[in-house]
């Protein structure tokens, strides 16, 4: 199987590698990158795939970004004051910078950025919560920029430091063919330029030789490293592993568990791992619809899933369980849930003959009034990884087995996936959030008329703890706050079933260098700092 991969990948890559030779960056000016998911957006703004966060901040720069703990620091803002009721932020800006294109970088160009999120349709999720408080911005000289805040926001920072914050051209905004799919002619200030892109198959960047505006937490400044950077789209663990082993590629991201240790005991190869930020990978439960109106149903499911089981067949004890909707490496994770639910199969029985569902069918199946305990899950194809469409096929086996639940998973396109959600076709919903701050990914899951509430379930005291936190409160009150809402959407209402947190894998020849991961997000950082030894 191995070969196999190897020489598919072989295949694959001298075709596109003959295709691509001319003008190419001469050996050790270059890389070729082997990646698992393929973005549905180039645009910054309108990014959802944690998994496709690396590409950004190759082509893209942000106000502010992150230090190594966590800390807000400089970027295309020099400095930032906000004033004392936290209602207006006020940036210094950098006067040195300019867009791929040849625009200026300055204060019209922030607020340009800013007023592209009131464009109807543009990104409704950011614009509900990440922006719900954005009251609009002033450009008071070319240098600075007034942001106006209609009550305090503590994850405002939050947002101007993530991709959704990273500044686009003006020209882009007015001119691009297709902003929302982003590609060349939507261009940031990053260290690289987009310069070419083949669906299915490749993007390829190239070096920006003007950079001159890295923040202070990268390991060098000045212009990148490489010349040249290609990333393929091999969705195909077993071919981004052959193409890696046989030195068709010199980096792959996304190593499975099954290959991990074939990776450690090559000396010709280097593994590292990180746990991502946000939230955990979950199963959330449809409560606005049978079965899982019934609390007793949904603790059921829950039970009938012997998680750690689970786990160490499809990952052979390379995934970290989740206890909660917020990830364990965030500083938000209530450690108090671990241990609520164990894969009880006799209490799951217990829990759905007490609900009514107590008879059963030909193949096995629990029925009430004649109607099989069915439930549906639509994931979108874009967005699986990590083997999740394995991981599903084993909770369907297990529910089955002992609980008699007909579990029925669908995998669709985005376009019909979303369809599905919109019209509630669904019991349940699938999902992990690479939120820097879980407070944003708990808005968005758990507010009442959040973006993705696919619970639907509605509480004003979740409303009410979760608007406070945002508030701008300290992070001490923030962790008892949303401590709160872990306890209730997990231990009192079963809103959810966590399954475990997403992490990132990177695997390289031993003569790259400068690989990372981004120290909040735990995902692997842009190609900035990357160089291959000569």
């Known amino acids: 199987m191995r070969l196999l991969a190897a020489l598919a990948a072989l295949v694959l890559l001298s075709t596109s590698c003959a295709r691509s030779g001319a003008g190419a960056a001469p050996p050790g000016d270059s890389l070729i990158w082997a990646v698992e998911t393929e973005p549905v957006t180039f645009n ?8 496709a966060r690396l590409l950004v901040f190759n082509q893209f720069d942000a106000l502010v970004a992150r230090d190594r703990t966590g800390a807000f620091i400089p970027w295309l803002a020099t400095s930032w004051k906000i004033a004392d009721d936290g209602l207006t932020y006020t940036f210094r800006l950098r006067d040195d910078v300019t867009f791929h ?18 464009v109807p349709g543009y990104n409704p999720a950011a614009v509900a919560v990440q922006l719900d408080a954005f009251a609009g911005a002033d450009v008071l000289d070319p240098a600075t920029v007034r942001i106006r805040l209609k009550r305090p926001d503590g994850l405002f920072l939050d947002f101007l430091a993530s991709p959704h914050g990273a500044q686009v051209s003006p020209k882009s905004l007015r001119t691009a063919r297709d902003l929302k799919a982003g590609g060349p002619d939507v261009v940031g200030t990053g260290p690289f330029i987009l310069d070419r892109y083949v669906k299915g198959q490749e993007v390829r960047y190239r070096r920006n030789p003007a950079y001159a505006w890295a923040p202070a937490g990268a390991a060098h400044q000045g212009p990148a490293h490489l010349g040249e950077i290609t990333y393929r789209f091999l969705p195909e663990a077993a071919v981004r592993v052959g193409a890696l082993t046989s030195g068709q590629v010199q980096v792959i991201e996304g190593v499975p568990a099954t290959e991990i240790g074939l990776v450690e005991k090559d000396p010709n190869l280097v593994f590292a791992s990180a746990l991502n930020s946000g939230t955990a990978f979950s199963y959330y439960f449809n409560t606005a619809r049978p079965p899982f109106d019934d609390k007793r149903v949904r603790q059921a499911f829950r039970e009938a899933v012997d998680v750690d089981r689970v786990l160490a067949s499809v990952y052979q004890g390379r995934a970290a369980r989740a206890w909660s909707v917020l990830a364990q490496s965030g500083p938000f994770y209530d450690p108090g849930l671990a241990g609520g639910y164990s894969g009880d199969a006799a209490k799951a029985a217990s829990l759905l003959d007490a609900a009514g569902w107590s008879e059963r069918d030909a193949e096995g199946y629990r029925i009430k009034d004649g109607r099989r305990l069915t439930v549906r899950m639509v994931t979108s194809a874009p967005y699986v990884r990590d083997r999740r469409d394995v991981l599903a096929q084993a909770v369907q086996a297990q529910v089955k ?28 919903f699938e999902n992990s959030r690479g939120d820097t701050d879980g407070g944003s990914a708990l808005n968005l899951i758990f507010t009442s008329d959040g973006p993705i509430n696919r619970t639907k379930y509605t509480d004003e005291r979740l409303d009410s703890w979760l608007a406070t936190a945002a508030s701008g409160v300290k992070n ?5 706050l949303y401590a709160r809402v872990q306890r209730l959407v997990v231990a009192e209402e079963a809103l959810v079933l966590p399954l475990y947190v997403p992490s990132d894998q990177l695997a390289s020849r031993t003569g790259v260098q400068g690989l990372g991961f981004d120290p909040v997000s735990g995902t692997p950082a842009s190609a900035y700092d990357v160089r291959v030894a000569a």
């Open 44 to 51: 910054p703004h309108v990014w959802t795939q944690n998994k």
């Open 101 to 118: 294109d040849g625009e200026k970088f300055d204060a019209a160009a922030v607020k340009a950025n800013l007023d592209q999120f009131r």
């Open 401 to 428: 087995q002992s609980a008699g639940i007909d579990f029925r998973i669908t995998a669709a396109d985005q376009g019909s996936a979303q369809r599905a959600w919109d019209a509630g076709d669904y019991e349940v």
């Open 476 to 480: 001490a009150d923030r962790r008892e």
